[in-house]
């Protein structure tokens, strides 16, 4: 991929670049040495290519950057090579929304890419031919797909106008067609949908169609106007890109995305260079946040003085002689987001007013969270398994929707549910979050972790979570929910190294003031 | 390139009204846009900036000033020559650092010169012009508070790396979001004056239009602009006309009246729901050219400027807006 855009004058940019490398600035160790001022160039003052690799990782002030400088600069590309294998990871919204074409290069073997060859004498034909596109009622066409599809930004349709009209020019045409139109709404639509088209065709069988490498220019003869292309025929070609399952899953990936441009991914550092408490400095270089600690590296210099200045003969009298080895620079102690995942049991053996109850505390602990900053996610689990219902957010909207769709009734598969709080936990922590599981159930747990009734296999499945949570280290709370205090609840909660809390009728208050009381304010 | 015309943006009418009236009587405080992406929220700011008039600043002045005594004595600016500046609309990135915020030390300066110098910070080149934060809401908490104190002082004030700074920082905060993405805390929402929301448009001839004006404006660029050129010039003259008539508009007794009810009615807290709604409504009166506010200027402020300040009620699933619409058909009718 990165060898087919080496033509293009790559510059490769890292989730973590700071400031500095962004938009250039001055380049400390090379002005102390020279004794004068010595910048240096940022990223995005490159003409071509920047690659963001690594860009689910891509946290939410480099994003917003990145997007600033799209919008202002058209000229500037873009490739994010993302490699989100989970869901909750992946690049944020803000900027997807802006990078117009999307390719997935999943299930494609190394060994089967042809080697791509840029012919840049054509790109430049290419290229001149653009202003010559009419894209007349292609533009409608595309329009009507987007909100087809559900896609409510309008930069979609838009970013698909233009790689359609690229694909035109590539050809050497001056009028859309309808395989330039297919091949847009592939790439630039496609992946955006949040629903499927309206009417049901059989999808899942439809494979999907051969990524297009127009290699020559010109040799297609698909010269029909689009006036003859069918909206039907653009969106299926929208549905044959979309593998199978997706469009069932796309609720929950857009859920993951939002959470995703929220919580960064970038694993908001303990030992912090902006804020926060502060801890000693120490020697290090500035840049990427870190700032420079004047006083202690003055400090640092000063004993060296005398002898410096001899060294530094040929610099005028009085100047202080500072090299890049006393440079000090400052470290905060942060203090991380704390996460409440809430794992509620919604199946038929607790009592539906106990879901109601769960609902309302995780409502009241939402409200709370905005003084206190927290992020609240809910996990429910019924019949076979588990599900996130709620990503880790702050977000007040969100929450009372999804609560507020919450069904119960059902099996009790527990197993999931540990298996489930357990990844979402460690996602939390990994993007720099401090998570806390609450569980609230009554720990009869009689669904195993493959979704079979089997009590035994269900409980030892549980048993497994419980001890690999414990040994996660994550802190945690289980809230007996059965109307009768029982052994499998406290068995759960010392397995999981938990504290147990038994509230045979509680109202959400003071299920969440005793959380509250619990979790240390 | 010159920004998206204002006046060629389709749709989006409270949006568009709730910038003019900052544009008019910046103290009304700012605008919130709330809504999904790719709904024409950056280009509406931008294109704003672009609208309005220039303005006239002392050369050098990293505050812009406009006389040499308001010049903060640090910038050591002694020529009292100005020049014409665009309004400033200055971008608040995510994850910025204080530093750049509220400007630092010249690092470069004091490594290099020996000398203890102020480098001025994006407060300072936001004076008199515009601050937009772009995904307001997911903007980090210190820097949120640094902002609720120069917002409400008007004056930024830095003690820091043996510096001890002041400089005016009066703008207007225009900050955007997506809702669905975290909430905005409520101390920064009442700093907003106006707050609207937006959506996609649903229609699809009005997104047809959208995406034409926008393809043509950056494939047939001049002829676009030729177009829409003098229509925002038009709306210039319209603003500064409405500027020069805000001070002799009229506000009966009837009007605070009117005021007063409605934000009792609707129990937002504090007073700053009230003087917002006036201010919004004297120069809504302005623009159109009346001469005293009525009770229309009113009902038609009142979303806008009392939306955000409504107590959250997380079991109410209407949104505030709807809770406004309500309680103004009871209170003026």
Same mark, same amino acid.
């Given at each position: ?10 510059? /490769? ?25 010595? %910048? ?12 963001? %690799? ?68 054509a790109?430049?034909a290419a290229?001149?031919g653009?202003?010559?596109v009419? !894209? ?28 359609a009209r690229a694909q035109a020019a590539w050809r050497g045409a001056d009028v859309l067609s309808?395989a330039d139109?297919?091949v ?28 297009p490498?127009d290699q020559n220019p010109g040799e297609q003869d698909t010269q ?19 593998? $199978? ?39 290090? /270089? ?19 003085? /005398? ?83 709620? $990503?880790? !957010? ?5 929450? /009372? ?10 099996? !009790? ?100 003031? !005793? ?7 | ?29 700012? *605008? ?50 100005? *020049? ?89 905060? *225009? ?159």
């Open positions: 991929m990165t060898d087919a855009l080496r033509g293009l004058g790559l510059r /490769k940019l890292h989730p973590s670049v700071g400031d500095a490398a962004l938009f250039g600035g001055l380049d400390l160790g090379a002005t102390l040495a020279m004794g004068g001022v010595q %910048s240096h160039a940022g990223l995005l003052a490159h003409h071509g290519a920047l690659v963001l %690799s690594m860009a689910e990782r891509c946290p939410a002030g480099l994003a917003a950057r990145l997007g600033q400088a799209l919008d202002a600069r058209p000229a500037l590309s873009l490739v994010a090579l993302d490699e989100a294998v989970e869901e909750g990871e992946g690049l944020p919204a803000g900027l997807a929304d802006r990078l117009g074409l999307f390719l997935d290069l999943d299930g494609f073997a190394f060994a089967d890419a042809a080697p791509i060859r840029l012919d840049t004498r790109i430049a290229r001149a653009l202003s010559r009419d !894209t007349g009622a292609g533009l409608a066409r595309l329009a009507r797909v987007a909100a087809e599809l559900g896609i409510a930004s309008l930069r979609a349709p838009l970013l698909a106008l233009a790689c309808d139109l297919r847009a709404v592939t790439l630039c639509l496609a992946h955006r949908a949040t629903q499927a088209p309206a009417e049901e065709e059989e999808s899942a069988d439809e494979a999907p169609p051969e990524p490498q029909s106007t689009i006036e003859d292309l069918p909206e039907e025929m653009l969106v299926a070609a929208a549905r044959a890109a979309l593998p $199978p399952g997706l469009l069932a899953q796309l609720q929950a990936a857009r859920v993951a995305r939002q959470a995703g441009a929220q919580n960064s991914g970038m694993g908001a550092a303990r030992k912090s260079m902006r804020r926060g408490r502060p801890l000693p400095s120490r020697a290090g /270089k500035p840049g990427a946040g870190a700032r420079v600690d004047v006083i202690a590296t003055l400090r640092q210099a000063a004993p060296f003085q /005398k002898m410096r200045a001899e060294m530094f003969a040929h610099r005028p009298a009085g100047r202080l002689a500072i090299l890049p080895s006393d440079l000090r620079i400052r470290r905060y102690q942060d203090r991380t987001d704390r996460v409440l995942i809430f794992v509620v049991d919604a199946s038929g053996s607790a009592a539906v007013a106990r879901l109601a109850e769960a609902k309302g505390a995780v409502e009241l602990m939402l409200s709370e969270a905005y003084a206190s900053r927290d992020h609240v996610a809910l996990i429910s689990f019924r019949g076979a398994f588990a599900e996130l219902s709620l $990503p880790p !957010t702050r977000s007040l909207v969100q929450t /009372k929707r999804r609560l507020a769709g919450l069904p119960g009734g059902g099996a !009790t598969p527990l197993a999931s549910a540990l298996d489930l709080g357990l990844a979402t936990a460690l996602r939390a922590r990994r993007s720099g979050m401090a998570p806390t599981l609450a569980l609230l159930t009554d720990g009869r747990g009689n669904i195993a972790l493959d979704g079979r009734a089997d009590r035994a296999q269900a409980a030892e499945d549980m048993g497994r979570l419980a001890r690999a949570i414990a040994a996660a280290g994550l802190p945690g709370l289980v809230i007996d929910t059965s109307l009768r205090p029982k052994s499998q609840p406290r068995e759960l909660a010392h397995a999981m190294g938990a504290r147990l809390i038994a509230l045979p009728r509680a109202d959400a208050r003071a299920l969440s003031r !005793t959380l509250g009381a619990a979790l240390g304010g | 390139m010159t920004p998206f015309p204002f006046t060629a943006i389709v749709g989006q009418d409270e949006m568009k009204t709730a910038m003019i009236l900052t544009a008019i009587d910046p103290k009304i405080g700012g *605008v919130l846009v709330f809504g999904d992406r790719g709904t024409g929220k950056s280009t509406a700011v931008r294109a704003l900036a672009a609208l309005l008039p220039p303005i006239e600043a002392v050369q050098g002045c990293p505050c812009n000033s406009a006389r040499l005594e308001d010049c903060p004595d640090w910038a050591g600016i002694t020529e009292s020559a100005t *020049v014409t500046r665009p309004t400033p609309v200055i971008d608040l990135p995510l994850g910025v650092t204080e530093d750049r915020v509220t400007g630092a030390l010249d690092i470069e300066r004091a490594l290099t010169r020996g000398e203890k110098a102020f480098e001025a910070g994006l407060l300072a080149r936001a004076n008199r012009g515009y601050l937009y934060i772009d995904e307001v809401n997911l903007l980090e908490d210190h820097i949120v508070d640094l902002l609720l104190d120069v917002a409400q002082s008007g004056e930024n004030v830095v003690e820091r790396d043996g510096l001890s700074i002041r400089h005016p920082a009066r703008f207007v905060l *225009v900050g955007s979001g997506n809702p669905e993405e975290g909430e905005l805390r409520p101390q920064l929402l009442d700093r907003f004056g106006l707050s609207v929301e937006v959506t996609s448009p649903g229609e699809i001839e009005t997104r047809v239009e959208v995406i034409r004006r926008r393809d043509a404006y950056e494939n047939d660029h001049a002829r676009f602009m030729s177009e829409w050129t003098p229509q925002d010039a038009a709306l210039r003259a319209q603003i500064l006309a409405a500027r020069a008539a805000l001070p002799d508009v009229a506000t009966p007794n009837v009007a605070l009246h009117d005021c007063a009810s409605v934000c009792l009615a609707l129990g937002s807290d504090g007073l700053r729901g009230e003087l917002t709604l006036l201010r919004a409504a004297r120069a809504l009166a302005a623009f159109a050219g009346d001469s005293a506010v009525s009770r229309a200027h009113i009902r038609d402020a009142a979303p806008m400027a009392l939306r955000h300040r409504l107590r959250r009620d997380p079991l109410d699933e209407a949104g505030s807006g709807a809770r406004v619409a309500r309680q103004l058909a009871e209170v003026l009718p």
